[in-house]
Structures are given as structure tokens and as C-alpha cells.
């Protein structure tokens, strides 16, 4: 037998029992054998051996030389920027929540709504005086266009008073 190691033969004690082939590879995820098919030593990964039960760090693995190595980390980013992404461990899955508070462009005209594909939305509010734009850049254009506005009435006025 391969396994129990080479026995040998002892002038007066007779056959002597070989000593048995070591089979720990010292690695604590693979699993440990003697093949006395193949006459070899097997040393089997098995990725369960890593398992931590964890479903949000990734699924582990288990490196023949390295011993266990850690899961990638799931994705949780839908890319839609008004939901709330996390990871449930308990129900093993991705949670993309969506959080209308978001989608508020300070316009007390509109509703923000955030759709959990296309992302945020401004829904006007019935009944509601003029839409005025208060993010920054709505601000700026909204300036522009007042001071446009002044310059082409005094342009009108110059012009006026300078044909009369």
C-alpha cells in the first residue's frame, strides 16, 4: 500500500511497518487525502471551507497554496443618483431604494419624482405661479436673461431719444 508508506524487512523483528505518507499540505481550506488508486497524495480545494456565510462581502475562495481569499464585494450602484443603494444581509440581496427627497430642485412649483431607472423628475404643481429655476445654474440663466432683457429696453430708449 502507497499510503501507509514503504514497510521494510528487520533480520529479526521480520516485516516492520512503513511510516504512513503525510497528506496535511498545511493549507486549511483543501481538502486532504491518500489515492491508493493513483498512488498519490491529493490536496483538493474546496471553496465551501471559505465560506462566511456573508452575502454582501462576495463568495470566498480557496487557493491551493494561499488558503482562503476573500469574495468581491457586490455591487451595490444602480447609477441612478436619487436611490438609496445598500446591501441586505438577511434577504441576500441588493437593495437600490428610491428617495424622492433627492430629486428637490428648491422649486416650490414642482414635485421632484425619482424613477428607480430614469432617475429624477420635476412634475409641475397645478395651480402654482411661474416655475422659477433656483439651482445655480437656472439662477445664472434666469440673471442673464433679466439683465438682457434691461439692456434691450434701454437700447429701445437710447434709440428713441436719439430720432426725436
Given at each position: 500500500?502507497?499510503?501507509?508508506?514503504?514497510e521494510?524487512?528487520?533480520?529479526?523483528?521480520?516485516?516492520?511497518?512503513?511510516?504512513?505518507?503525510?497528506?496535511?499540505?498545511?493549507?486549511?481550506?483543501?481538502?486532504?487525502?491518500?489515492?491508493?488508486?493513483?498512488?498519490?497524495?491529493?490536496?483538493?480545494?474546496?471553496?465551501?471551507?471559505?465560506?462566511?456565510?456573508?452575502?454582501?462581502?462576495?463568495?470566498?475562495?480557496?487557493?491551493?497554496?494561499l488558503?482562503?481569499?476573500a469574495?468581491?464585494?457586490v455591487?451595490?450602484?444602480?447609477?441612478?443618483?436619487?436611490?438609496?443603494?445598500?446591501?441586505?444581509?438577511?434577504?441576500?440581496?441588493?437593495?437600490?431604494?428610491?428617495?424622492?427627497?433627492?430629486?428637490?430642485?428648491?422649486d416650490p412649483?414642482?414635485?421632484?419624482?425619482?424613477?428607480?431607472?430614469?432617475?429624477?423628475?420635476?412634475?409641475?404643481?397645478?395651480g402654482?405661479?411661474?416655475?422659477?429655476?433656483?439651482?445655480?445654474?437656472?439662477?445664472?440663466?434666469?440673471?442673464?436673461?433679466?439683465?438682457?432683457?434691461?439692456?434691450?429696453?434701454?437700447?429701445r430708449?437710447?434709440?428713441?431719444?436719439?430720432?426725436?
Open positions: 500500500q502507497f499510503c501507509d508508506g514503504s521494510t524487512c528487520h533480520a529479526t523483528l521480520d516485516c516492520r511497518a512503513g511510516t504512513a505518507v503525510p497528506v496535511d499540505d498545511g493549507v486549511g481550506c483543501t481538502v486532504d487525502s491518500c489515492d491508493e488508486v493513483g498512488d498519490v497524495v491529493v490536496n483538493a480545494v474546496n471553496n465551501a471551507n471559505c465560506d462566511n456565510g456573508q452575502f454582501c462581502d462576495g463568495s470566498e475562495t480557496c487557493h491551493a497554496t488558503d482562503c481569499q469574495g468581491t464585494t455591487p451595490v450602484d444602480d447609477s441612478v443618483a436619487c436611490t438609496d443603494d445598500s446591501c441586505d444581509e438577511v434577504g441576500d440581496l441588493v437593495v437600490n431604494t428610491v428617495d424622492d427627497a433627492l430629486c428637490d430642485d428648491g412649483c414642482t414635485v421632484g419624482i425619482c424613477d428607480a431607472v430614469s432617475g429624477c423628475a420635476s412634475v409641475p404643481v397645478s402654482c405661479g411661474a416655475s422659477v429655476p433656483s439651482s445655480p445654474r437656472g439662477a445664472r440663466l434666469l440673471i442673464v436673461l433679466f439683465l438682457a432683457a434691461a439692456a434691450l429696453r434701454e437700447l430708449r437710447a434709440r428713441r431719444s436719439a430720432s426725436v
